[in-house]
């Protein structure tokens, strides 16, 4: 297996330049400020400085903050006090918008603290979805077409003509006994050749075209089981995931498959 590799050296004070891939749809986001999460998915509490205000939009020189893409809804917390109710990606900058006109001004120290239970329960999530999606590429063949991680609920989508219900629980069941596993999750940049040299990383036409135009590739590792181009938070551990239950299970057309989880 390929060996893990830091996502941004410790203390380089470089920027993060992260090259993601969302639901066939392959773009580039180059963001103009550490988004720290993505290396340290477990740092609850930040301290940085204000870049910029706009109203109750505010910018920071580094965040802890997820913001919303790829299916990953964004995060939400505090900064000094002050409640952080939304955090999008705009043009390469992070946009934390605030429940009040912000008090800051550009240059002032602040301290981020993220509603971790929320967090969380996103990882698990997220980590959740790439194992059953694993699962369904490397023994069914199945396309992942589209999906969205909830709070209690997740749905995904796959191009799999023969996928129903009764299919649908055992895949259910076999994803809970790689995730009864215990295996490790990490994430990782490869360059590209690194990268190409690593069968179906990207598991649509539109990704396998971004992958021959990106410099660098940021991935997901299950180990000893599955390798996805990915953006998002996850956990360090299949342990952590939990019980898996299929809640739902929708015929969207002979191309789409829905299927529903939740975690306990």
Known sequence: MIQPRSLVAKDSGLWIRLHRFESGRGYVCD???????LSEPYLRELETKVSS?????????????????????YDTGEISGIKVINVQKVNGHVIHELGSASPFKPGDTVKCAI?????YKFMRMHTAIHVIGGLMEHK?????????????????????PALNRELSEQIIVESQEII?????????????????????????EPGRQ???????VRIVEIQDFDVQMDGGTHVKNTSEI??????????KGSHRKRIEISLS
């Open 53 to 73: 205000i706009e109203g109750n939009k505010t910018e920071l020189e580094r965040t802890i903050f997820y913001p919303e893409g790829g299916g990953q809804p």
């Open 210 to 216: 971004l992958l021959e135009k990106l410099p660098q």
């Open 140 to 160: 069914h063949g199945a396309m992942f077409t589209g999906g969205q991680i909830g709070l209690e609920k997740s749905r995904f989508d796959f191009d799999m």
């Open 242 to 251: 939990g019980r898996v239950s299929l809640t739902n299970f929708e015929n």
């Open 180 to 204: 009864d596993r215990h295996l490790n999750v990490t994430a990782m940049v490869l360059s590209k050749e690194e990268a190409l040299r690593i069968p179906n990383l990207a598991r649509t």
């Open 31 to 37: 963001y103009m400020v550490e988004i720290v999460c």
């Open 115 to 119: 509603d971790w239970e929320r967090r």
